[in-house]
Structure formats: structure tokens, C-alpha cells
């Protein structure tokens, strides 16, 4: 098997989770599948860090967690706030500032 | 075949076939479980979906001679951070599904279109990025968390120091955004009582009477039965209610009393 296939999967998984932002409205529901693009772009990195023969990729995609680890109970905070005043996790009720 | 070696300075290498049986049994699946994570209507199931997704990459890491990365996807995604979401469910409330309203006109085609586009453009760049196999048994010759550690503090000191900050301020932010100002003076339990036997007050003096006290069935789906007969639905869960679990009291009365029992007991 040629290890390009793990980069193939990569990408797959990277516009499913694209597809699930743009297409789902609970807003819980699109930050998972930002997680997943996030655990996308991880495979990658680790994948290209085996090919190239380094650890750098390795280095990156655990960065790539912490940033995730931050991005996750910021968002989750703001998620848990708009619902406090809104009582609703749909992205479609925050639409304040359209009028 | 040829031309593709002569252009490459690395000859093309392979994996080995563990790895390939390992990976076409779990990449179909992971790609399943991502594509129906995205479809299914409960948030819940999303969150399970996307479990899966992850344990698998965990896996998929320790196959790619990634062993720490591997370890700390499971303890750090699937262990923290999906904990963290289903907790946020639990609290948002499972009740509160997804509208399946289409707001921009034509926006779930024009989604699926542009996606596949981006998928495809994103294989064909990245499926042909392929220079060659070096593999990492050279670098992880000390250990990988060696490895990983030696990188970490020389070149990478700098950014490593940048995410510290970085996990700081988000601690911070999340407890400034989760932290609410009290506008108006705790009420004693002192003005609680009194609020209760008020007339006209909408918390009940006694307390509420419990869910399911059947002979029939004792679960707490089942709306508990008044002196009077009429079941009171203030006894069931407010959750149960919203998620439409709560049975009907009538399905469990008995109309029959058996053979040899005394009624005047």
C-alpha cells in the first residue's frame, strides 16, 4: 500500500467535515466537524512526517492539539453563553447584527 | 514506472501489509462514520461518530510510527475534548435538535458541489506531493517522545512558549465567559418559603410528587397518579417531557386483581 492513501483519507475527511460547516445549524454539531477538519489536517502532518523521514510534522500536529484543546473551551463557552441569553444552539438565532 | 523512479532522487517505497490490512479495514469505516456524522439528526450520535473518527486516527497515528501522538489524540480528543462537548450537550440540552430549514436558497447543493470540488482539487495536490518513503526508523532511533522532546525544547522553544500562552488566555476567556454577575441579592431561604405559600406563587409548597409509583411499572417515564386518578405531569422530568419519552399512565393499570385475593385487604 502506498502511504499517499493516508493523505487521500485526509482530504476526504477534511471537506466531509467542510460539508458538515457550511450544511448543519446546531452550532455544537459545526464545531465537531471543525474538530474533525482539525484531525484531518493532523493526519496529514503526521503522514508527510513519516514520508519526509523527520519528526518536525510530528511537532506540528501536536501543536496542532493544543491550539484545537484552546480553540474547543473558548467556542464551547461561547456556544454555552448564546444559549444562556437565546436559549437556542442554533446558528441561525445570532443573526443580531443582520438588521 | 520508469520516468516516475528517474524523477524521483528516493525510490518509492511501500508499507508494509499489516499496515494496508489495517488501513482498508479502518479508513472505510472512519470516512462511514465522518459522512454519517454530518447526516444524523441527533447531536449525540454526532458526538459518538466522531469518537470513532478519532480513535481511529489514534490509530492510524501508532501505525505511522507515531506512537505519542497517537496516545495523546485518545487521552486528549477522544478522552477530554469529547467529554467536554457531550458535558455541553447534556447541558445545552439533547432536546434542542437541528432545524432542517434550508435559510440561503439551493445552499445544501451548492455545498455538496463545492466540496467534492475541494476534495478533488485536495487529492490531486496532495496525492501527488508523494517524493518518496523515508519512514521514521532513523529519527525515532532514541525513543519517539525523545525525539519529540528534542525538537520541542531547541527549535521549537519559541512556540511552545506562544501555545502556553495561548492555553492561558483561553483558560481565562472560558471563565470569563462562563462567569455570570448577579443582578440581584440571593433570596434567603427565609423569602423562599414565603414565595412558596404565597397565593398565586408558581414554586409548590410541598414538594413535587415522584415519577412512577406502579405495581406495573416503577421507571421514572411514568407520570405518577393523583388521589383523584388523573396523572400529574408535573412528576415527570422536564427533559423526558421534551424528548417525548414519557409513557402513558394508562397502559399500566390493573384491572384485574387475582384468583384468592382478599379484597378487604
Not at chain 2, 469529547?82 to 447541558?91: C, G, T
Not at chain 2, 455538496?112 to 495536490?125: D, E, P, S
Request: charged share 15%.
Amino acid at each position: 500500500m502506498s502511504p499517499n492513501n493516508y493523505l487521500v483519507l485526509s482530504a476526504l475527511l477534511f471537506s466531509i467535515g467542510a460539508i458538515g460547516v457550511v450544511l448543519r445549524r446546531n452550532a455544537i454539531v459545526v464545531f465537531m466537524c471543525v474538530e474533525l477538519m482539525l484531525n484531518a489536517a493532523n493526519l496529514a502532518f503526521v503522514t508527510f512526517a513519516r514520508l519526509l523521514g523527520n519528526l518536525d510534522g510530528q511537532v506540528v500536529a501536536f501543536f496542532t492539539m493544543v491550539v484545537a484543546a484552546c480553540e474547543v473551551v473558548v467556542g464551547l463557552a461561547i456556544i454555552v453563553t448564546i444559549f444562556r441569553s437565546r436559549r437556542s444552539a442554533s446558528v441561525d438565532d445570532a443573526n443580531l447584527l443582520k438588521y | 514506472m520508469n520516468l516516475i523512479l528517474a524523477a524521483n532522487p528516493f525510490t518509492p517505497g511501500q508499507t508494509g501489509t499489516p499496515e494496508a490490512v489495517l488501513f482498508w479495514i479502518l479508513a472505510p469505516l472512519a470516512v462511514l462514520a465522518a459522512v454519517s456524522m454530518i447526516f444524523v439528526k441527533k447531536a449525540v450520535h454526532s458526538a459518538l461518530l466522531l469518537a470513532w473518527v478519532m480513535i481511529t486516527l489514534a490509530i492510524f497515528y501508532i501505525a505511522e510510527d507515531a506512537p505519542f501522538l497517537g496516545i495523546v489524540q485518545i487521552v486528549v480528543y477522544t478522552g477530554a475534548v469529547m467529554m467536554l462537548f457531550l458535558f455541553i450537550l447534556m447541558l445545552v440540552g439533547v432536546d434542542s435538535s437541528d432545524s432542517l430549514v434550508e435559510t440561503i436558497k439551493g445552499q445544501r447543493v451548492m455545498a455538496m458541489i463545492g466540496a467534492l470540488g475541494f476534495a478533488v482539487l485536495l487529492i490531486g495536490a496532495i496525492g501527488r506531493s508523494y517524493t518518496g518513503f523515508a519512514g521514521l526508523t532513523a529519527a525515532n532511533t532514541d525513543g519517539n517522545v525523545e525525539g519529540l522532546a528534542q525538537l520541542l525544547f531547541t527549535r521549537y522553544v519559541w512556540a511552545f512558549e506562544v501555545v502556553s500562552a495561548l492555553l492561558i488566555t483561553a483558560a481565562l476567556g472560558a471563565m470569563v465567559l462562563g462567569h455570570r454577575e448577579r443582578s440581584s441579592e440571593r433570596p434567603t431561604q427565609r423569602e423562599l418559603s414565603i414565595l412558596r405559600f404565597r397565593p398565586g406563587s408558581k414554586l409548590p409548597g410541598a414538594p413535587l410528587p415522584n415519577p412512577g409509583v406502579y405495581a406495573l411499572h416503577n421507571a421514572v417515564d411514568v407520570p405518577a397518579l393523583l388521589p383523584d386518578g388523573t396523572p400529574d405531569p408535573s412528576s415527570v422530568s422536564r427533559v423526558l417531557k421534551a424528548r417525548g419519552d414519557v409513557l402513558d399512565t394508562k397502559a399500566f393499570e390493573m384491572h384485574t386483581i387475582e384468583e384468592g385475593e382478599d379484597e378487604s385487604k
